[in-house]
């Protein structure tokens, strides 16, 4: 089985640093994912990453520890439009084949 | 746009009915993944199809079940329902089998009366 634990809920006000952590347990892992949900949309992709570092894309960067089962994505110049619920999802593996397991959410509030 | 497309939108039904959810995946991917998230909830994975053949499993009730068509498109049943059972499913394809991401629909909400 697998486990995913990240935080309920990260508040920030506009223009600062936000860091969401998650932790996994997972019998076979390939890699963290990241996804963001505006209240009730699609869920969309923000980042991936199978090896142990830090990737970067814009504003948005996500961090991998292979060793320590951790990962985190960190929000920097937080805006408005940045309050939504962040999901870290984690690819499992059965006899079959995969399955992305989603953890249950972050939700971040962004303040003027 | 995802290039994901759900059918229907909206659907409310009453307990104990049956209703289909219909997903057309994004042109030329392979791989189709349910999800239902509850209230305030995470994706909960359901069921995972590549190229017509399930794949992986999750928490997926007896009375549900799916399919992934020659063309490609899936469909969720979803059978004998309960109020718990109103829920955003939401279907999400990708290019290849084994991936970190997927592309999802807008999602069908079902609300069970």
């Known amino acids: 089985g697998q486990s995913l634990e990240q935080p309920s809920e990260v508040t920030a006000v506009e223009g600062a640093i936000v860091q969401i952590n998650c932790t996994y347990q997972?019998?076979?892992?390939?890699?963290l994912s990241w996804y963001q949900q505006h209240d009730g949309g699609a869920p969309t992709f923000l980042s991936y990453?199978?090896?142990?570092g830090l990737e970067e894309t814009g504003r948005f960067s996500s961090f991998l520890s292979r060793s320590d089962s951790y990962g985190y994505l960190l929000l920097q110049e937080l805006q408005m439009k940045d309050s939504a619920s962040y999901f870290c999802?984690?690819?499992?593996?059965?006899?079959?084949?995969?399955?992305?397991?989603f953890g249950k959410g972050t939700t971040l509030s962004v303040s003027s | 746009d995802s290039g994901v497309t759900q059918t229907p939108k909206h659907l409310i039904t009453a307990t104990g009915q049956r209703v289909t959810l219909r997903c057309s995946p994004r042109?030329?991917?392979?791989?189709v993944y349910w999800y239902q998230q509850s209230l305030d909830q995470g994706l909960q994975f359901l069921i995972h199809y590549y190229n017509g053949e399930e794949r992986a499993k999750g928490n997926i009730l007896e009375r549900f079940s799916a399919q992934q068509f020659p063309d490609l498109h899936s469909e969720l049943n979803l059978s004998s329902l309960e109020l718990g059972d109103s829920a955003l499913y939401f279907c999400a394809s990708s290019v290849v089998r084994e991936t970190g991401e997927l592309f999802f629909g807008e999602g069908s909400r079902l609300t069970v009366l």
């Open positions: 990453n199978a090896l142990d």
């Open positions: 999802a984690v690819r499992e593996a059965n006899q079959a084949g995969t399955a992305l397991i």
């Open positions: 997972t019998s076979g892992f390939y890699g």
């Open positions: 042109s030329g991917d392979l791989s």
